[in-house]
């Protein structure tokens, strides 16, 4: 059974007098410790799957089954309890965060939600958490703002990390850094997957984030997927319109 699977998902949203699908009979799964990358243009429909997929806006159709539950049918408690298990991080953590916040209490939150550890324990989780993000523990009673765009998602993704997620939602989790700190980012989250056999929805639109790290790639146009496949072959060879036009805009991101 995949870890995730998803189908038929649909949300419609009313624009003026006309309703407009953001997702569109939407399908997919993902295997423990696989990495489906999202790609399309904007408007495609990728952030409002993501936010789908994670329960924090609701489809007005489809199932979504991760670990075997259907997340449309769980009361919010449950909801609440399965939040661990799925994770999801953005493009922006100052804007997802309080960025006044320490790093030690961005980190220590979810550990004191989901996870019920003393004091003396988070204080060595959180220190833990910020060496696997290959981060300084000493930034710990540092405010968010006082840190570099690299390191607050950084700090993201260990907040991410902290409940021992099997799935991490990456809104376009790398989109807003430069291509140095991006390639280490990446790095990281491939690393973090080999040590954890966490799996990743990476929604992106960037063709060079696709190779680096994705097995999968699915292609969204106006809320459909349009294309779905190995990754090295869909960039290689794409079959659809949008793939083609989303590679020959991209030609220096995805040479070998």
């Known amino acids: 059974m995949p870890l995730l699977q998803v189908t038929g998902l649909s949300k419609r949203y009313r624009r003026g007098t ?18 489906l990358a999202m790609v399309g243009p904007s408007g495609s429909g990728k952030s409002t799957v993501a936010r789908l997929v994670t329960r924090l806006i609701e489809p007005d159709a ?5 670990e075997g539950e259907d997340l449309r049918t769980l009361r919010p408690a449950a909801m609440r309890a399965m939040r661990g298990k799925l994770q ?18 961005v980190i220590n939150d979810p550990l004191k939600i989901h996870k019920g550890f003393s004091k003396g324990e988070r204080r060595t989780r959180v220190a833990e958490l910020l060496e696997r993000v290959r981060l300084d523990p000493a930034l710990v ?8 765009g690299g390191q607050r998602q950084r700090v993201a993704i260990a907040r991410a990390l902290a409940s021992s997620p099997t799935l991490i939602v990456l809104d376009e989790a790398v989109s807003a850094l430069d291509v140095s700190v991006r390639a280490e980012v990446l790095q990281l989250l491939k690393r973090i997957q080999r040590e954890t056999r966490v799996a990743y929805l ?32 869909v960039v290689s060879n794409p079959q659809s319109d ?9 030609p220096k991101l995805i040479r070998s």
């Open 202 to 233: 990476f929604i992106t639109h960037d063709l060079g984030v696709v190779r680096a790290v994705a097995d999968r790639v699915a292609i969204l146009d106006v809320g459909r997927i349009v294309e779905l496949g190995a990754a090295a072959d």
């Open 242 to 250: 949008i793939g083609k036009a989303l590679v020959a805009a991209a």
């Open 62 to 66: 489809g199932a979504i089954l991760f």
């Open 88 to 105: 999801i991080v953005f493009q922006d953590p100052a804007a997802a965060l309080n960025p006044r916040a320490t790093v030690g209490r």
């Open 18 to 35: 006309a309703l407009v699908s953001a997702a569109d009979d939407v399908s997919f799964t993902i295997d423990q410790a696989e990495t």
């Open 141 to 148: 009673n540092r405010p968010l703002h006082e840190i570099s």
